[in-house]
């Protein structure tokens, strides 16, 4: 892990870990607060907000995300308990309650003078790890002088634990389609192509994020057994004449059809949890788009609820607090940890192209 002038970030006298995630609605009434929260600064039309409430709404509007979220803190503070690391746990979102500058000045409210961030993404690019670069210096400038140091935990879409869990539920899944000739589909978030072509330090070439996708479906593959797959991508939002990542998950299940399988196991690799851009981009839209084409759909669970994950994120903090030597799986770079959100690196995943991301 490197800092913006190259040289390693650690933080041994960390005395709290913050969570930071992307946020989510828990009713009807927070439904179109959180997506203009989400869009500010865009010039999203109205009626995109109103398509996108729509999916909230067909949920009761209610994301899941915060809540498994909270079972994800619960999860990590036990596993804290067990190994005898006393750090308190709090929780902080971009787009909706709590929010991260109430969080950070909890932490400087209890006198935290340095703190880990653990962000619910594994990825490279501007969505998926500067903008929550961003969310860490936003809070501490809301703060103040006192808001405390803040070190965010590295990339993980290659770290062991990550990865096993994916693939043990790969397995389960796939015991439980039915087909007989099945294909095996990654997909993760689609991003505007500029973005991924900004995505890491420039000095890598670009496309991080897509590179690192491809690397987790792999890796994933290759522990489950899988011989061949492929990768797409799912919950574009942004305007027709922007080209984004694809091909789109419903796309892929026509050609995959074509190809003459009779089933698809999709594995939502992009994704710590299922949160309401798997229910409803793969579980509702995907599905019904996979009977009407006869095929068997099968959906691979995120490993948000694996012990696994909690145990992944102690390891992330035993990097900081004890120098614990990082543990990885593939040869794709990462980066994201930095102090008090500062870019990984000089024009690191800039933010000069279109924002994706509308759900939670």
Sequence with gaps: MASASGESVREPGARALLVASFGGPEGPQDVRPFLENVTRGRNIPPERLDAVAKHYLHFGGISPINALNRALIDAVRARLRAEGIDIPVHFGNRNWHPMIEDAVA??????????????????????????????????????????????????????????????????????????????????????????????GPPADGGRLYSRQVAESARLVAQAAGI????????????????????????????????????????????????????????????????????????????????????????????????????????????????????PCAVACCAASAPRPRTGG
């Design 227 to 342: 011989d061949e797959h492929d990768v797409v991508w799912q919950s574009r939002s942004g305007p027709p004449h922007i080209p984004w990542l694809g091909p789109d998950i419903c796309d892929h299940l026509d050609d995959v059809a074509a190809r003459g399988y009779d089933g698809v196991l999709v594995c939502p690799v992009g994704f710590v949890s299922d949160h309401l851009e798997v229910i409803w981009d793969l579980d509702t839209e995907a599905r019904e788009h996979a009977a009407r084409l006869g095929l068997a759909f099968g959906r691979v669970a995120t490993p948000g609820a694996d012990p696994r994950m909690a145990q992944m994120i102690v390891e992330l903090i035993r990097e900081h607090l004890d120098g614990a030597a990082p543990r990885r799986s593939g040869n794709v770079p990462q980066y994201g940890c930095t102090r008090n959100g500062a």
């Design 106 to 199: 909890g932490l400087a409210a209890d006198g935290v003078e340095s703190a880990l961030v653990f962000a619910t993404s594994a990825w490279g690019g501007y969505s998926g790890c500067r903008q929550y670069q961003e969310d860490v210096a936003r809070a501490r400038a809301a703060v103040g002088d006192r808001a405390p140091k803040l070190v965010r935990l590295r990339q993980f879409h290659d770290h062991p634990l990550f990865i096993a869990a994916f693939a043990d539920a790969v397995r389960e899944a796939r015991g439980f389609l039915g087909a007989e000739r099945p294909r095996v589909v990654f997909t993760a978030h689609s991003v505007p192509d500029s973005a991924d072509l900004a995505a």
